[in-house]
């Protein structure tokens, strides 16, 4: 594949993958349509999902449930401020979606992430045979990805995924840990 992918090209590979492995590093990224109304309300206190945010869920859970029927599952390790930003504090709070998916969240400070080597990028594993390198633009707007299926490329990026799952903590435990971590700023 050549070029980036975008939009429907870029979700359909990820949809077809039974394994999806991702490591996030970022401090923010861009809200999807149903999370614009979702990260203000949560910032202002409010704790419950929206029935419209509850909604936009369900194809990923679908998705992600799909993929553990066939043997497979979705992981990602998350790189995190400490304290978080308003954003992560958000994607934590909403983490509990991914979760409830059936995927497995993973957090890391980014003190711990640097310690282990743990690279400063965004990425997709695919059933460990294709790495989407991920793209954005400088205010947090997602670009596009980049499809790589070197054998070497993967598996060095497989590898950084384990290093950082080694040292992160479950979603659970962190919020345990902390639990400021998800609450409103």
């Known amino acids: 594949m050549t070029g980036l992918l975008i939009g429907d090209q870029f979700g359909e590979l990820l949809r077809s993958a039974t394994t999806a492995r991702r490591l996030e590093t970022r ?11 979702q990260e203000p309300s949560f910032l ?18 679908a998705q992600v449930q799909r993929a553990i029927d066939e ?11 400490d304290p978080p930003t308003d954003y992560q504090r958000y994607a934590l709070w909403s983490s509990t979606f991914n979760v409830d998916a059936g995927e497995t969240v993973l957090y ?11 690279p400063d990028g965004d990425f997709w594993v695919l059933d460990h045979r294709t790495v989407l390198l991920m793209h954005f633009a400088l205010d947090d707007v997602f670009l596009g990805a980049t ?7 993967v598996s060095y990026h497989d590898a950084w995924i384990d290093t950082a799952a080694a040292a992160a903590v479950p979603r659970d435990q962190y919020v345990l840990d902390e639990p400021s971590r998800a609450q409103p700023g």
């Open 44 to 61: 202002a206190g409010g704790l419950d999902a929206s029935p419209a945010f509850a909604d936009w869920w369900v194809p990923w859970k």
């Open 147 to 153: 499809a790589v299926t070197d054998p070497e490329v």
């Open 71 to 81: 043997g497979g599952g979705y992981e990602r390790v998350r790189v995190a401020a």
């Open 27 to 37: 401090l923010a990224y861009t809200l999807s349509p149903a999370e614009q109304d």
């Open 108 to 118: 890391l400070g980014r003190g711990a992430a640097a310690e282990v080597g743990v």
